[in-house]
């Protein structure tokens, strides 16, 4: 009987403890299990009675549409109402959700990865908000969301997210999203490259509730509007992702009243389950192989450095896995870091978009793929390292994940689209900053970032300046309409760039050359954030070429405005010109990387950069002098250029080819490869080293060997599972040191002992 009850007395204490630690908990941080996983959620008991109710494959190809229709009806909403710059280029989505957060339907157009990495959000407020009694969960609630450590790419991006109800259920939920720029980071315009730390990334907010019964709180807006540059785009736009959300909703009800809620439950499930089977069949159409690539970033936006982006894809069946092992370590100070749903999110919109476009664009179509990805690396940051210039790592998850699927679909017999180069991958822009000419302090971007070059494809040239890998159907802008409320003029605007394509049998599309300077304003200044200024970011395909690498250029000590004004003809319409022939008397043409810190500029001062361009596809070598001559003629590229890289033969001024002088000068030069070229074993040993170079600063893996990883030097290994913090000086100590020694140098030379040292 004893041992009975002290048996219950220690269950009852068990359970008295587990009570408390639920009661008591001091810190709800991220959860991993929900951040780690990109699954579709097991099938829940409602979903497979409502799919036993209602499988007619018409009714649910006519609700999907309905969707669809929805999510871009509320995306255009988003577009035309929108006050951030972003909203008005297309940097938004929208998107509709399972009961149990998984994404089924987002906008045709806007930011996909918005829409994939919402889900983790939604599973986190499904988790522990709901049950709970200080928060809740009821109609008329909406959410609002940017933590990128709770899923999303970068605090920049702001959710709103809705849940939908039907007589007191849970059925759905819906979302959007705004690249809302401005979040009061330590610079301007949301992305700060100087970031060292979480807490230099501006407003983070982990999902909690701002509207009750479809009205915006006023107490948590006013905290929020306190917390940014500019309050009154934080309010417009939060009441625009509310009234679109609001929108779907609205859409959805209708399916509900028409349909039943059955109807609509077995349409969402049914549509995940679809698009994963069919994607299993697609996968195992494609030949069991692996594929071995990687990219490269050539600074953290603050120091020069080698950090690599590794990739392994390997297909067997119908199993399709990315491996990421030996990548970089996270730089634990350095701002280039993403967390795993934003290097999955932009993963699953190379798919999406390049790889079967024709599926709908929700969370399935990437969730059977297996993604491999080492802890505290800088595809799977800790919540401890800075992420808000984590584009320049998951562009590049993009570019391997794009570049490595070509190889499969080149071999498949069926495809879904074209096979293609990878895609122009940075954001070459301007971020601005400061007080405008109204007297107000502003914080964003130039849309220019949307003009990424396209990648060559198989049988054509690839577009210029077509659109950004992470947003179809996205927006340039209006640099008039941005110049009424911004103190600075583009001079040179959406020009292409000569000579800048990535040659093949079909060249990349191009990017273009932009030239700024502040005219208004003695309190605005300018960032660049972008990697490849000295090694590109991406290569060709198939033969094709990489695009160059293209530096920032400033001309300062100038007032190009009172050139212009005096004496035109002087002024420059390219970078090349300008920095080649110095045309203005007393200036200082510089050049930097494309890591450039907010700084503010003096009227006049020039700032030139050039998008890149996509990559080539095919040998340069097989190019139609047609198409050559038509790139002269468009003024893309150099008669001397086109023949020293296309081995063409024609008169340069009737452009007339040569047809037998362009066989024998590519006959020569491809007599000239073969001598050049030796067995692989040969050019390994030549060429190959056994670790990486003392004298360049170099992450991730050497060569095949995944089992180390180095953090900067050869002798300095890790472990790849556990490797430690990397840290990097701040520049500006480096320099006072550097300072430091000289001054010290120069005490000793004249016999001057240091204060400090002096009696």
Not at 391 to 414: D, E, G, N, R
Not at 537 to 560: H, N
Request: proline share 6%; charged share 25%.
């Amino acid at each position: 009987m004893n041992d009975k009850l002290s048996a219950e007395a220690v269950l009852e204490d068990q359970e008295l403890v587990a009570k408390f630690l639920k009661e008591t908990t001091l810190f709800l941080g991220p959860d991993q299990e929900i951040m780690q996983s990109h699954d579709i959620m097991p099938i829940t008991d409602r979903e497979t009675e409502s799919i036993k109710k209602h499988n007619d494959p018409h009714q649910m190809a006519s609700i999907r549409d309905r969707m669809q229709s929805a999510c871009d009806e509320s995306y255009e909403m988003l577009e035309q109402m929108g006050a951030a710059p972003g909203a008005k280029w297309g940097d938004v989505i929208t998107g509709i959700y399972s009961a149990s957060g998984d994404l089924t339907i987002g906008s045709a157009g806007g930011v996909l990865i918005f829409n994939v990495v919402v889900h983790h959000p939604i599973k986190f407020i499904i988790k522990n908000w709901i049950n709970e009694h200080t928060v809740g969960l009821k109609q008329g609630d909406g959410f609002i969301h940017n933590d990128s450590r709770y899923g999303n790419v970068h605090n920049t991006d702001q959710s709103m997210i809705m849940p939908i109800f039907h007589e007191g259920e849970l059925v759905a939920w819906v979302a959007s999203t705004v690249h809302e720029g401005e979040n009061g980071a330590i610079e301007p315009g949301g992305m700060p490259s100087m970031a060292e730390s979480p807490f230099d990334e501006g407003l983070k907010m982990s999902p909690f509730r701002v509207v009750e019964n479809y009205e915006i709180k006023k107490d948590l807006l006013t905290f929020l509007q306190n917390s940014v540059r500019e309050p009154k785009l934080q309010y417009e736009d939060m009441k625009v992702k509310l009234f679109a959300c609001m929108r779907l909703e609205k859409r959805l009800r209708e399916i509900l009243a028409l349909d039943g809620p059955d109807a609509l439950i077995a349409c969402l499930r049914s549509t995940n389950d679809d698009v994963m089977t069919e994607v299993r069949r697609r996968i195992k159409e494609w030949p069991d192989m692996t594929v071995r690539t990687y990219c490269t970033m050539d600074s953290t936006l603050r120091e020069n450095a080698l950090i690599k982006l590794n990739c392994t894809l390997t297909k067997k069946d119908d199993r399709l896995i990315f491996d990421l092992r030996g990548s970089s370590p996270e730089i634990t100070n350095r701002a280039i870091n993403t967390a795993i749903p934003g290097c999955k999110g932009m993963m699953s919109q190379a798919f999406l978009n390049h790889i079967w476009p024709d599926l709908p664009r929700g969370q399935a179509g990437f969730a059977p793929i297996e993604v491999i990805t080492p802890p505290y690396s800088i595809v799977n940051a800790s919540v401890d390292a800075p992420n808000s210039q984590s584009l320049m790592s998951i562009f590049l998850s993009f570019t391997v994940a794009q570049q490595a699927t070509a190889k499969f679909l080149y071999s498949v017999p069926v495809k879904y689209t074209r096979v293609l180069a990878p895609w122009f991958n940075m954001i070459c822009t301007y971020i601005w900053g400061g007080v405008s000419q109204h007297g107000e302090m502003l914080g964003n971007l130039c849309a220019d970032l949307n003009g990424m070059g396209g990648g060559a494809r198989m049988d054509m040239d690839g577009e210029h300046a077509l659109a950004p890998i992470f947003a179809s159907m996205a927006d340039i802008g209006e640099q008039e309409m941005n110049e009424e409320d911004v103190p600075f003029l583009q001079l040179v605007s959406k020009k292409m760039t000569t000579n800048t394509q990535a040659a093949g049998k079909y060249r990349g599309g191009m990017g273009y050359t932009q030239m700024v300077a502040t005219k208004d304003s003695d309190q605005w200044g300018f960032m660049t954030t972008c990697v490849g200024s000295k090694v590109p970011s991406l290569s060709g395909l198939f033969g094709g070429y990489a695009p160059g690498a293209y530096p920032l250029c400033k001309v300062s000590g100038v007032d190009v405005y009172d050139i212009m004004l005096k004496d035109p003809d002087k002024f420059k319409h390219s970078i090349e010109e300008t920095m080649n022939e110095e045309p203005y008397e007393g200036a200082n043409y510089t050049s930097h990387h494309m890591g450039m810190g907010f700084s503010i500029s003096k009227r006049g001062e020039l700032y030139m950069i050039s998008q890149g361009s996509g990559g080539g596809y095919g040998d340069p070598l097989e190019r139609d002098p047609a198409l050559v001559i038509k790139d002269i003629e468009e003024r893309l590229t150099t008669p001397e250029w086109a023949k020293k890289l296309y081995k063409v033969e024609f008169d340069e001024e009737t452009l007339v080819v040569d047809e037998e002088g362009t066989k024998k000068l590519r006959d020569a030069y491809r007599e000239q490869r073969k001598k050049q070229g030796v067995p692989y074993a040969e050019f390994v040993k030549k060429h190959v080293s056994d670790v990486p170079p003392k004298d360049i600063p170099f992450y991730g893996s050497w060569n095949s060997d995944l089992s180390t990883v180095y953090a900067g030097s050869p002798d300095d290994k890790r472990d790849p599972n556990n490797p430690g913090p990397v840290y990097f000086e701040h520049p500006k100590d480096v320099e006072i040191r550097k300072l430091e020694e000289e001054l010290e140098a120069v005490r000793k030379k004249s016999g001057i002992e240091a204060k400090d040292k002096r009696k």
